[in-house]
């Protein structure tokens, strides 16, 4: 599978990664033993860039990932986590050097690690990434060895034009797809100049993009396609980036047809990970998988051509006229 790096990430990332969120909690039961059996997939097919939180499961995905790791014992398998989302109350005052350790030593036990890969903060209040202590701190973190990069994890553009200022910082993960195009126009070149690597979450915007949800369809009590439609756990934009459910599934059946017409023999997923792969910019894409089949299928799209142009004007005709009015503002 082909790789991406940036100048300022000591890594080189496999275009499609593995999001790790499925394998902790918040989208129904995975087993542990299919939760392995999803990482074992995916490395199969070429996915050596993993991307976990110690919030996932209270560390559950972590530590199945440590047990990956032990077993397979690659050293080009690379593990970005994130920390901040665990601090009680969830305020700018939690975000201190004595907590980020605390927070980091945590998250090396869980995936049994000395060094963390990189450590990104998990979409802490705003004011955090406007806090020149925040990255002081972080630079700490790197000088004594216990993270060897960190990045940041966002929720809206603007922090993640601020983050990139600081030059510690080697990564910032912002949603975008095909229904979360805002990224494109200012965000991208920028993170693209300062050579900052950009990992795309909620890449088929929690699944719609697949084209297999209807308004019927019933999510798992326990799923936060369920709990979380209108913002009531965390923010609304990481399900169904923000879309309101019922437009997000009658505007994905026009995806679906619109990527059909260009005949490539995939998925309406793949195509629309390939969409973010072709992204200028763009150096990773994490799709989340419950099984086996859905990482082998996420990973293919790493190999497959890119979308042609009638075709991404179709593409972005359906956000201009379906999608933009609902989240293009508010994020």
């Known amino acids: 599978m082909e790789t991406r790096t940036t100048s300022r990430l000591p890594f080189d990332l496999s275009v499609v990664g593995q999001g790790c969120w499925q394998l902790g909690a918040d989208w129904g039961n995975v087993s542990e033993d299919a ?127 601020e983050a990139i200022k600081h030059p510690g910082v080697a990564s910032v993960q912002i949603i975008l797809n095909a229904f979360r195009r805002k990224p494109l126009e200012e965000f991208l070149p920028a993170a693209a100049q300062a050579g900052v690597a950009v990992i795309a979450r909620v890449p088929l915007a929690s699944g719609l993009l697949s084209g297999r949800y209807t308004t019927d369809t019933v999510f798992a009590a326990d799923d936060h396609r369920n709990y979380n439609r209108n913002g009531d756990a965390f923010d609304v934009g990481e399900t169904f980036s923000g879309v309101p459910y019922q437009v997000g599934v009658e505007t994905a059946a026009k995806f679906v047809d619109v990527v059909k017409m260009q005949g490539i023999d995939a998925t309406p997923a793949q195509r629309a990970l390939r969409w973010i792969i072709d992204q200028p910019g763009v150096t990773t894409v994490i799709p989340g998988a419950r099984n086996q089949e859905q990482a082998r299928a996420n990973a293919a799209a790493g190999s497959q051509p890119p979308l042609d142009e009638e075709t991404l004007a179709s593409v972005k005709a359906l956000y201009e006229n379906y999608i933009r009015e609902h989240v293009h503002t508010r994020w």
């Open 35 to 161: 939760a392995l059996e999803v990482l074992e997939a995916a490395y199969d097919a070429g996915v050596r860039f993993l991307d976990t939180a110690d919030v996932y499961g209270d560390g559950r995905s972590e530590r199945v990932i440590g047990q990956f790791l032990a077993q397979r014992n690659d050293p080009d398998v690379t593990v970005f986590t994130k920390m901040g989302r665990r601090a009680q109350p969830f305020d700018a005052a939690q975000f201190t050097l004595d907590n980020f350790r605390a927070w980091s030593d945590r998250s090396r036990e869980n995936l049994g690690v000395d060094t963390l890969d990189l450590v990104q903060l998990h979409c802490p209040p705003s004011a955090v990434y406007f806090d020149g202590s925040t990255y002081d701190a972080l630079d700490i973190l790197v000088d004594e060895k216990r993270i060897t990069a960190y990045g940041v994890s966002v929720e809206t553009v603007a922090e993640g034009l």
